[in-house]
């Protein structure tokens, strides 16, 4: 590899800020690095958001590389300068003031796109996304003063975290989700009532299998208007039902795109000169929303930039909610069907519930809430196709008892509690779960 070939970042997001730390790694003298990032700031941790909603963390606790990280580094970073235009032909990257960088390598980050609900109302004044540091200082300026009230559509990962952060700010909170269950992608009904139950008692109130009609005000938002009538008076509206891949800027360069940037294994896209990483990406028809995916994605693409070989062939994920006090951990496909086995412990009046669902003798999906300590256990063995019919009776209770095998007196004892469970839907000859626990 010849040195010194220009490479063009164009975002500023985890996914970039990972790949580049990787690449100073391997090949520290390979690349004249350009960073446009479109918002007037450096390389920060948005995982951690809600935590700067919530008043537990500042944004310098947030930061992953400040301003000397880059500048020890020689790379030049345009900071609030948002790319307009990809010339291909002449290979430069413009920015909407004009301000251009020529490239060897191009990496595109350009993340995701909050999604907005087309309802009337939904562009006034008060009516916000959650994205970014600017949708946290805008949610921050609304709490302020007392008898604030917000409307959070959604009850996903973020609609939820926006929900607890503005609740600890002082207002009071409303969540309007259009699902029978909160975060229904990643909770079965039983793990999403004990996580709504949760809410509830925090005093927030949870609207499930409700529809937004409207969002009403005259010159600024005053609440929302559901399907079925009801009204929910509100100085702030904060929309969090989904994203989608920012991909306008690659599709204006006559670049492969589907729902996403599409790349392949190399997380290159058909331009070879010109990479993708991140939530902007489309590989193999998946696109990513969480972190773990995408920095597996960012050492595929240093490695690549350095010479090497490695290729990304796609990621098992897992969810946390990160709400204080609460414990919650989802993983894999625990959809009920009849190739599927379930286990399932649920102790309600302790606030704990644990779904394990098999599928040839092997872990397929993960439920646990209120006790999660096992998860990393369980994912591990789900990653990697782990058998566990040797110790598929106790597997339920964790790496503790599932591997003391032979078994001991005592965790026989347990043992001997715990009914065979059928498939998925019909967990034991009387329906009854494998390990109930308590009156669930």
């Given at each position: 590899?010849?040195?010194?070939?220009?490479?063009v970042?164009?975002?500023?997001?985890?996914?970039?800020?990972?790949?580049?730390e990787?690449?100073?790694?391997?090949?520290?003298?390979?690349?004249?690095?350009?960073?446009?990032?479109?918002?007037?700031r450096?390389?920060?941790d948005?995982?951690?958001?809600?935590?700067?909603?919530?008043?537990?963390?500042?944004?310098?606790?947030i930061?992953?590389?400040d301003?000397?990280w880059?500048?020890?580094?020689?790379?030049?970073?345009?900071?609030?300068?948002?790319?307009?235009r990809?010339?291909?032909?002449?290979?430069?990257?413009?920015?909407?003031?004009?301000?251009?960088?020529?490239?060897?390598?191009l990496?595109?980050a350009?993340?995701?796109t909050?999604?907005?609900?087309?309802?009337?109302?939904?562009?006034?004044?008060?009516?916000?996304?959650?994205?970014?540091?600017?949708?946290?200082?805008?949610?921050?300026a609304?709490?302020s003063?007392?008898?604030?009230?917000?409307?959070?559509?959604?009850?996903?990962?973020?609609?939820l975290?926006?929900a607890?952060?503005?609740?600890?700010?002082?207002?009071?909170?409303?969540?309007?989700?259009?699902?029978?269950?909160?975060?229904?992608?990643?909770l079965?009904?039983?793990?999403g009532e004990?996580l709504?139950?949760?809410?509830?008692?925090r005093?927030?109130?949870?609207?499930?299998?409700?529809?937004?009609?409207?969002?009403?005000?005259?010159?600024?938002?005053?609440?929302?208007?559901?399907?079925?009538?009801?009204?929910?008076?509100?100085?702030?509206?904060?929309?969090?039902?989904?994203?989608?891949?920012?991909v306008?800027?690659?599709?204006?360069?006559?670049?492969?795109?589907?729902?996403?940037?599409?790349?392949?294994?190399?997380?290159e896209?058909?331009?070879?000169t010109?990479?993708?990483?991140?939530?902007?990406?489309?590989?193999?028809?998946?696109?990513?929303?969480?972190?773990?995916?995408?920095?597996?994605?960012?050492?595929?693409?240093?490695?690549?930039?350095?010479?090497?070989?490695?290729?990304?062939t796609?990621?098992?994920t897992?969810?946390?909610?990160?709400?204080?006090?609460?414990?919650?951990?989802?993983?894999?496909?625990?959809?009920?069907?009849?190739?599927?086995?379930?286990?399932?412990?649920?102790?309600?009046?302790?606030?704990?519930?644990?779904?394990?669902?098999?599928?040839?003798?092997?872990?397929?999906?993960?439920?646990?809430?209120g006790?999660?300590?096992?998860?990393?256990w369980?994912?591990?063995?789900m990653?990697?196709?782990t058998?566990?019919?040797?110790?598929?009776?106790?597997?339920?209770?964790?790496?503790?008892?599932?591997?003391?095998?032979?078994?001991?007196?005592?965790?026989?004892?347990?043992?001997?509690?715990?009914?065979?469970?059928?498939?998925?839907?019909?967990?034991?000859?009387?329906?009854?779960?494998?390990?109930r626990?308590?009156?669930?």
């Open positions: 590899m010849s040195k010194c070939q220009r490479l970042v164009i975002g500023n997001g985890m996914a970039p800020g990972r790949a580049l990787r690449l100073f790694d391997v090949a520290p003298h390979d690349y004249n690095i350009t960073v446009f990032n479109a918002e007037p450096v390389n920060y948005r995982i951690m958001l809600s935590a700067v909603l919530a008043g537990e963390k500042s944004f310098d606790d930061i992953i590389h301003q000397d880059y500048r020890a580094r020689g790379v030049m970073l345009y900071q609030g300068k948002p790319v307009a990809i010339d291909r032909e002449a290979r430069m990257v413009i920015a909407a003031d004009g301000t251009s960088a020529r490239y060897d390598k990496i595109i350009t993340g995701s909050p999604f907005i609900i087309p309802v009337p109302g939904h562009d006034l004044p008060g009516v916000i996304t959650y994205r970014d540091l600017d949708d946290v200082e805008r949610m921050v609304a709490a003063g007392d008898g604030r009230r917000a409307v959070v559509i959604g009850g996903g990962l973020l609609g975290e926006a607890a952060g503005l609740a600890m700010r002082g207002m009071a909170v409303s969540v309007v989700h259009l699902m029978d269950t909160l975060m229904e992608r990643q079965d009904p039983a793990a004990l709504k139950n949760e809410f509830v008692r005093g927030i109130r949870v609207l499930t299998g409700a529809n937004t009609a409207e969002i009403y005000g005259d010159g600024r938002v005053a609440g929302v208007a559901l399907t079925d009538g009801r009204r929910i008076d509100a100085e702030l509206v904060v929309m969090a039902v989904g994203i989608r891949p920012s306008a800027l690659a599709q204006d360069a006559g670049l492969e795109v589907g729902r996403g940037v599409v790349v392949g294994d190399t997380m896209t058909s331009d070879p010109i990479f993708a990483v991140g939530e902007c990406v489309e590989h193999r028809g998946v696109c990513y929303g969480l972190v773990a995916p995408l920095y597996e994605m960012a050492e595929v693409l240093a490695d690549q930039l350095a010479g090497g070989r490695r290729e990304f796609g990621a098992v897992s969810t946390k909610l990160k709400v204080t006090g609460i414990d919650l951990f989802s993983a894999g496909d625990f959809a009920a069907g009849v190739d599927r086995e379930d286990i399932v412990l649920s102790d309600v009046s302790a606030g704990v519930y644990k779904r394990l669902v098999l599928k040839d003798g092997r872990i397929h999906g993960v439920v646990l809430y006790d999660t300590a096992d998860g990393a369980y994912f591990k063995m990653r990697e196709g058998a566990v019919d040797e110790h598929r009776d106790m597997l339920v209770f964790g790496p503790q008892f599932a591997e003391a095998i032979p078994l001991d007196p005592t965790v026989a004892a347990v043992a001997s509690l715990v009914k065979p469970a059928g498939r998925s839907g019909q967990p034991g000859n009387d329906n009854t779960p494998i390990a626990v308590g009156a669930a």
